[in-house]
Every structure is written in structure tokens, then in C-alpha cells.
């Protein structure tokens, strides 16, 4: 119902007619073994308070934009969302992680008018909003792949390569924001 609500909420916020400031969504909830392993992590008890109140990112959604202005025309819609309170920003964009990562990472909690973990009604369920070009998704999703590898030889040379890669990329996303901009001009 969560995930739903909060998806809802961003399709809406694009009016039939008007640009679409996304290329896709996509919501995930983390798994029962992945909740326990993130608690066991933290120190913290393996119970629904603790998965689903200390842990903020338990619930996610990902917006995944053509262009990088996108992305803060996304951010702005989320901050005016009712019922709806900002907990943490981090703009990987503007800092990107010294790996190459860029995203722009939100804490939102959302109040639900349903019961939450902790038995309060109207419900607060925090979730992660991670909004990125399809560049820097495609860069991130390869590199989640790549970093499970148990056994990696030259694993600095990886790395920087990695890194470059991602430095093309973002050479590549504002060389496209340009490249809209100016036939926006024309």
C-alpha cells in the first residue's frame, strides 16, 4: 500500500500534455532476510520497530531521469508533497562519492492512514527516494554487480576504471542537459 501511495504521488505530479520529468520508477521493499541482516549490522533487535523505524531505508523508490535538471525538478515535487516530511538529503550529484557514484539520495516519511510498526494511527513509514540519470543508473547498477565479485584481480585497477567511467558519464550527462538546453533556446 506504501509503495503504491508513494508511486501514485509521483505519477500524478506529471499532468497529461506536460514534459514527463522521469523515464521510469521502480519501488522495492527489502527482504525479510535482508532487514535481519541490516539489523544484526546495526545492533539493533530483529523486530518490525527496528526494520522499519531505525532503518530508514527498508522502503525504496527509484526515479530514474533523462536529464539532471530533472532530477531537481524532481526533488522540488517531493518537498511539496503533503503528509510528507524530508528526514535527510544527500546530493551525490553536486558530491559525488569518491568511487564515481552519483544519485541524489532522500529520506522522506510519509504519514499513511494506516497502522505502522509501531501501532500509531495515521502511520509514519519512512522511505528512500534515490533519483538518477539513466547514466548514472546503468554506471550504479554495473558497479553493484561487479562489486559482489568475491575474487577480483587487480582490484585498483577496477576501481579506477570504475571511476573513470563514471567521470565520462557525467561528462556525457551535461554535455546532454547543453545539448537540450540549447534546442530549448532555438
Keep these: 500500500m506504501l509503495m503504491d501511495d508513494v508511486i501514485g504521488r509521483i505519477e500524478a505530479y506529471n499532468s497529461p500534455g506536460e514534459e514527463k520529468i522521469y523515464e521510469h520508477l521502480s519501488a522495492r521493499i527489502k527482504s525479510h532476510d535482508s532487514m535481519v541482516d541490516k539489523c544484526r549490522k546495526k545492533g539493533l533487535p530483529e523486530n518490525c520497530h527496528s526494520a522499519l523505524k531505525e532503518i530508514t531505508d527498508s522502503c525504496g523508490v527509484r526515479i530514474v531521469c533523462d536529464f539532471i535538471d530533472d532530477i531537481y525538478k524532481n526533488v522540488e515535487k517531493i518537498r511539496a ?10 546530493d551525490y550529484i553536486s558530491n559525488a562519492k569518491s568511487n564515481g557514484y552519483r544519485s ?16 500509531n494511527m495515521p502511520g509514519k513509514w519512512y522511505v528512500e527516494i534515490q533519483l538518477r540519470t539513466i547514466a548514472m543508473d546503468t554506471w550504479a547498477a554495473l558497479e553493484h554487480e561487479m562489486k559482489y565479485k568475491t575474487e577480483v584481480k587487480n582490484q585498483h585497477l577496477i576501481e579506477s576504471e570504475l571511476k573513470r567511467c563514471a567521470d565520462e558519464l557525467a561528462s556525457c550527462d ?11 533556446e532555438e
Design 104 to 119: 541524489y539520495h532522500i529520506i522522506a516519511e510519509f504519514i499513511e492512514p494506516w497502522e505502522d510498526a509501531d501501532g
Design 81 to 90: 508533497f503533503t503528509g510528507c516530511r524530508i528526514v535527510t538529503e544527500k
Design 174 to 184: 551535461l554535455s546532454l542537459q547543453t545539448i537540450r538546453k540549447l534546442i530549448r
